[in-house]
């Protein structure tokens, strides 16, 4: 595999027999449970205090978000024997510690880019028995972390500002993604929190009424055994469940993020553009919405222009005048407000005075298509006779409107 392949893959890629780019050979028999305390680097570290994630026994989840986070420091050797004694179900001191659970979680064993959040490696010593792999060799890795679990475990749903590969060592993990394009359906923490990057929804049982979105996200799941590793791509959602006494590394390696805001001058630019592209994908998503739930209403509507006038004639609110426009094709809908313009001009004057901010918006659309025949705006807008420039500037500000829900919502749900 080319390290092309790692860096511009868009989706998660399962990596069959990995863990031999990692760990050479002759140590990597040894990363189990019966013989990990026998390696040298492991022994070097006995006395070494190390943060350690822990949770109540009664509970599945290691959770990530800033309030429930929990841990304890102690020192790796210490850990070592627990996580040995859970394996030959012998006693430990540990287990007796407030019905917790402990997890070697994210402890770095290089630190290749020293930040804010991680000054220096925690087991320096280990890195000795692991290497990078080819494949990011020539990528600007940020992090190596080391991963060991005594009992079955979940991290929280969120996401990472790096490039990702998760190689199982010993046990097996379950790794269920999701797209960054599924964000709102996430329902992700407020950005101003330092648990902006997780996700409020506990996805093994999810509240619908809380979250009722949810379902709509696609999911993605892998099974990582013994010997194979997953790319986790920058800003996927992942969640991860952990066997019993899995012992994993895992790679990070800077994405997109990094170059965005290298430039501070230029983060203002590139927010704007961002905002400008999801409020324009967040109206595209509305319109097409409106005209697809028109559709599926239960009622039979008409399929040409002229049984959709009579339609429009025969019902007597605006809003069932509107789901009958609605509902019709493109082509169809173009020459309805051609017939309603020039043979039923107080009807199409009606139409417009009173249109919904939905209408008005699926109407400009309509009316900013290539498609359009270049007389039909001149014909539409001369049947409005003396209230054109009233219903052109009504036209206008409810457009606004429709743009500026669509702004609202995108806020709402993405950045709280």
């Known amino acids: 595999m080319s390290s092309s392949d790692v860096s511009l893959s868009g989706d998660p890629v399962y990596l069959r027999g990995f863990s031999t780019q990692c760990v050479a050979p002759a140590q990597l028999t040894k990363f189990t449970p019966e013989s990990v305390h026998s390696l040298e680097s492991v022994a070097s570290h006995r006395d070494t205090v190390v943060d350690i994630a822990c949770k109540d026994r009664s509970s599945g989840c290691y959770h990530g978000n800033e309030k429930a986070r929990q841990s304890v420091q102690i020192k790796f050797g210490d850990f070592i024997d627990y996580y040995q004694a859970a394996f030959r179900k012998q006693s430990h001191w540990l287990q007796e510690v407030d019905d917790l659970d402990f997890y070697l979680a994210q402890c770095p064993i290089a630190v290749l880019k020293p930040d804010s959040t991680c000054s220096k490696a925690s087991l320096p010593a280990i890195m000795k028995d ?43 993990k379950t790794v269920t993604l999701y797209s960054p394009s599924d964000t709102a359906k996430l ?13 409020q929804v506990d996805i093994i049982e999810p509240d619908l009424k809380v979250h009722p979105r949810f379902p709509e996200a696609s999911t993605h799941r892998f099974e990582v055994t013994a010997g194979d590793a997953i790319v986790i791509p920058e800003g996927w959602w992942h969640q991860v469940e952990s066997d019993a006494f899995t012992i994993a590394v895992n790679y990070w390696w800077d994405g997109e993020r990094e170059k965005l805001v290298a430039d501070k001058r230029m983060v203002p630019y590139y927010a704007r553009i961002m905002m400008e592209e999801l409020v324009k994908q ?9 005209c697809s739930s028109s559709k599926t209403v239960d009622i039979s509507y008409p399929i040409d222009e002229g049984s959709a006038i009579e339609a429009i004639i025969a019902e007597e609110t605006q809003f069932a005048r509107e789901q009958v426009l609605l509902s ?15 043979n039923h001009t107080a009807v199409w004057r009606e139409l417009l005075s009173n249109a919904s901010v939905e ?39 409810k457009q606004t409107q429709f743009r500026q829900n669509c702004a609202t919502e995108v806020c709402r749900t993405l950045f709280g």
């Open 328 to 342: 019709l094709d493109n082509i169809v809908f173009m020459k309805t407000q051609r017939l309603l313009a020039t």
């Open 130 to 172: 692991f290497r990078l792999p080819g494949c990011i060799q020539d990528k600007p890795v940020s992090q190596v972390n080391l991963w060991m679990t005594a009992q079955p475990g979940r991290t929280t749903l969120h996401y990472d500002a790096y490039h990702n590969i998760l190689a199982v060592l010993y046990g097996k």
């Open 282 to 290: 967040q109206c595209d998503s509305q319109l097409f919405a409106l």
């Open 187 to 199: 329902y992700p923490f407020r950005v101003h929190t330092k648990s902006a990057n997780h996700s």
């Open 359 to 397: 209408l008005v918006a699926v109407l400009t659309k309509c009316w900013e298509g290539d498609d359009v025949e270049p007389d039909l705006l001149e014909v539409l807008f001369d049947a409005l006779g003396e209230e054109v420039e009233p219903i052109k500037e009504q036209l206008l500000t």
